[in-house]
């Protein structure tokens, strides 16, 4: 069973940056299609980002051009680089498989991004 751990929020300023990081438990892990998700209150998750096996990267039009994802499969690990932060970008931030290819995993009990002056 694969879990997932993820870290790196905060409270920042309108146009700062955050490098968010989610760890991952499991030999396959190399092998899974990963993604962010986020959660405001009150709204549905969304699909932030996804990366490939083979790092083919996707985002949703909201974060591209200030969002990165990338992963490590020696380390376990699926960042997600952050800038230009926008108020609107405050939310819950998850990790898991990518959910349009995967049933997605438990989600674990990601991290705060707090985006205010």
């Known amino acids: 069973q694969v879990q997932l751990v993820e870290s790196g929020g905060g409270l920042v300023q309108p146009g700062g940056s955050l490098r968010?990081?989610?760890a991952a438990s499991g030999s396959m892990f190399r092998l899974y299609p990963m993604a962010w998700y986020r959660q405001a209150p009150g709204k549905q998750r969304e699909l932030v980002a996804t990366i490939s096996s083979g790092e083919t990267t996707n985002y949703t039009d909201s974060v591209k051009g200030r969002f990165t994802i990338s992963r490590?499969?020696?380390?376990?690990?699926?960042?997600?680089?952050?800038h230009s932060l926008k108020p609107e970008d405050t939310a819950v931030?998850?990790?898991?498989?990518?959910?349009?290819?995967?049933?997605?995993l438990g989600w674990g009990q990601g991290t705060q991004v707090t985006v205010s002056s």
């Open 93 to 104: 931030y998850y990790c898991n498989v990518d959910d349009t290819t995967l049933t997605p």
């Open 20 to 22: 968010l990081s989610c």
């Open 72 to 82: 490590d499969n020696a380390k376990r690990t699926v960042d997600l680089q952050m």
